[in-house]
């Protein structure tokens, strides 16, 4: 179970980017990738992060570890601001911080056998000796659960399941604590998925680590996550346990994406909350609440006002007005029955 240090703490994060507006020459907007996030990773835990092709999420991932420089905001490391630190300072911290990308087949070198692979940046930002290096390589290659064997050959006579497996085994060659899965089984198997996602949960337990694991399937988010985030054109909607989410989802926008999960048992009934109409482009967001025009609760106030991420129980926070104006009908009915 993760404890309560905290290992990221991200605050108004953005990353926007400069476009071109078609047809108006030298004129130029902003694509707001991320737009204002903030949330605390602890160690030990499995942050999800879900939502819509198009939210963010990949971005935000990227951005954590500054592959993409952010606009503005804060990415604190166990106390150190990443987001200013350059060249070798960042390496240091970025030692400890890995990603898994989401596509098995590029994310791999196809003319580099698997040991130079795995053995690369252990070479590079250790001081092992070769044999040292060998044997570690050996280990990492048996943990993900292939043979010695596979460290001769390249990464085109591997399935996506076992190219995977590699990515994973690259990813913790320097014995990283935080991990960002940017969708790592989305190109996979249904078959093959379950295999590598109860591989990262056995070696979260082995070597204590913390992952932000990035996908758009709420059924992988469930079983992997212990905390989700749902986010919604460059922001989060809502942030709560596991538990809670799927039991009482908040927001409209999370309530739409979980009475879209397929059912086995179709005598279960469940409530449907219907979305229309496409995601608005972050080049242009909608003003107030990013979702209003597809939200069948809208009032007046959602599309004048933006709503922040406030905190409605202990275990959920939600970026929603529907919620101020319940907690102001309660509050006016408790008013009146102390009168």
Not at 221 to 234: P, Q, T
Not at 275 to 284: M, R, Y
Request: aromatic share 6%.
């Amino acid at each position: 179970m993760p404890n309560k240090e905290v290992l990221l703490k991200v605050s108004n994060l953005k990353t926007y980017f400069p476009v071109k507006v078609p047809f108006r020459i030298g004129k130029r907007s902003v694509l707001k990738a991320v737009d204002d996030i903030s949330l605390n990773l602890y160690k030990g835990e499995t942050l999800g992060i879900v939502g819509e092709s198009g939210s963010g999420k990949s971005t935000l991932g990227r951005t954590i570890l500054k592959l993409v420089e952010p606009t503005d905001g804060e990415i604190i490391f166990e106390g150190q601001h990443l987001e200013k630190l350059k060249s070798k300072a960042l390496q240091v911290h970025r030692n400890q911080m890995q990603m898994i990308f989401q596509d098995p087949f590029g994310s791999l070198n196809p003319r580099m056998r698997i040991e130079k692979i795995i053995e690369e940046p252990i070479k590079m930002h250790t001081t092992l000796t070769k044999s040292e290096r060998k044997k570690r390589v050996v280990e990492l290659i048996e943990k993900v659960g292939l043979s010695e064997e596979a460290l001769k050959k390249l990464p085109h006579e591997f399935s996506g399941g076992q190219r995977q497996r590699i990515g994973i085994a690259r990813a913790l060659a320097i014995n990283p604590k935080l991990i960002i899965a940017d969708e790592p089984v989305s190109a996979l198997d249904v078959s093959i998925q379950s295999q590598v996602l109860n591989l990262l949960l056995d070696l979260q337990d082995e070597f204590e680590l913390t992952y932000l694991f990035i996908s758009h399937d709420l059924s992988v988010i469930k079983h992997i996550s212990d905390r989700v985030a749902v986010m919604y054109l460059g922001r989060i909607v809502e942030i709560a346990t596991k538990d809670s989410l799927y039991a009482n989802p908040l927001h409209p926008y999370t309530k739409a994406l979980l009475s879209a999960i397929p059912v086995v048992n179709f005598d279960q009934k469940r409530e449907e909350i219907p979305i229309t109409g496409e995601l608005p482009s972050p080049v242009d967001p909608p003003v107030g609440c990013a979702f209003h025009q597809r939200c069948p609760f809208a009032m007046e106030k959602c599309k004048q006002n933006r709503p922040l991420l406030k905190e409605v129980n202990d275990q959920q926070q939600v970026a929603c007005f529907l919620y101020e104006e319940k907690e102001k009908k309660e509050n006016t009915v408790s008013s009146m029955v102390q009168v």
